[in-house]
């Protein structure tokens, strides 16, 4: 990306990608809630973004904007140096791991293209970022992954935690005291469908009763009991 973007577009462009991973159209007010800013800004910069040469968004006044594919590229490049910085700062620096998320947000809009290149191979080009979630290549390309929420697994179903949200130092800190960290396996025990709370049981560690808020941070892989029969 030879094109300098600001923080604040940049920030709308990784918002609008992550919220628009079903191939839906994102709405102003599901922007302005993430960003806690006013819809009549969000309003604003999606014109001006659709009207940029070439245009970042699409924009279809009622029905939301979709990323365009330099809008895609520049969202994919940010969720890159901020992926590759958390694990950078973990790695080389000893943050923990609730502690990099706030770094690498101020720190993705910022470096150049050589350095994030120089931390990648510090790293070892890393596919996997610090909390499970995939890196997007060099040439942006962010591999395709079959995980769906812990929130919809139900009695009798097992998985593998693959990736947890980055953003709430507390989630995490409660998560690793709990062993529920990405590769870690459980099973899910019971499920109470007036709270949705999720009773699941952690390989090698205690039972946790897990309530929607939770469980909707948490990525997993639906593991398939009958192959697991069959070793
Ligand atoms: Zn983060």
């Given at each position: 990306?030879?094109?300098?973007?600001?923080?604040?577009?940049?920030n709308y462009l990784k918002v609008i990608y992550d919220l628009s991973s079903d191939n839906q159209r994102v709405g102003t007010g599901q922007i302005a809630e993430m960003l806690n800013v006013s819809p009549a800004s969000v309003t604003d910069m999606f014109q001006r973004l659709a009207s940029e040469d070439p245009p970042l968004l699409n924009y279809v006044k009622r029905q939301g904007v979709a990323l365009t594919e330099d809008g895609k590229k520049a969202a994919l490049e940010t969720i890159r140096h901020h992926r590759l910085l958390e694990l950078f700062l973990h790695e080389v620096l000893d943050?923990?791991?609730?502690q990099v998320h706030d770094e690498a947000d101020?720190?993705?809009?910022?470096?150049?293209?050589?350095?994030?290149e120089r931390v990648a191979a510090v790293l070892g080009n890393p596919q996997w970022g610090l909390h499970g979630k995939p890196i997007p290549s060099r040439n942006l390309v962010m591999p395709d992954l079959d995980t769906c929420y812990l929130r919809d697994l139900r009695p009798g179903q097992s998985g593998l935690v693959h990736s947890v949200n980055d953003d709430d130092p507390g989630l995490l800190r409660y998560?690793?005291?709990?062993?529920?960290?990405?590769?870690?396996?459980?099973?899910?025990?019971?499920?109470?469908?007036?709270?949705?709370?999720?009773?699941?049981?952690?390989?090698?560690?205690n039972d946790v009763v897990l309530g929607a808020s939770v469980t909707v941070q948490i990525r997993v892989e639906i593991l398939d009991l009958a192959v697991d029969k069959e070793r």
């Open positions: 990306m030879e094109r300098r973007l600001s923080d604040t577009v940049e943050y923990s791991w609730d101020r720190l993705e809009h910022v470096i150049s293209e050589d350095f994030e998560l690793e005291t709990l062993g529920l960290v990405p590769g870690a396996s459980f099973e899910v025990i019971d499920f109470s469908p007036y709270d949705n709370n999720l009773h699941i049981r952690i390989k090698g560690e």
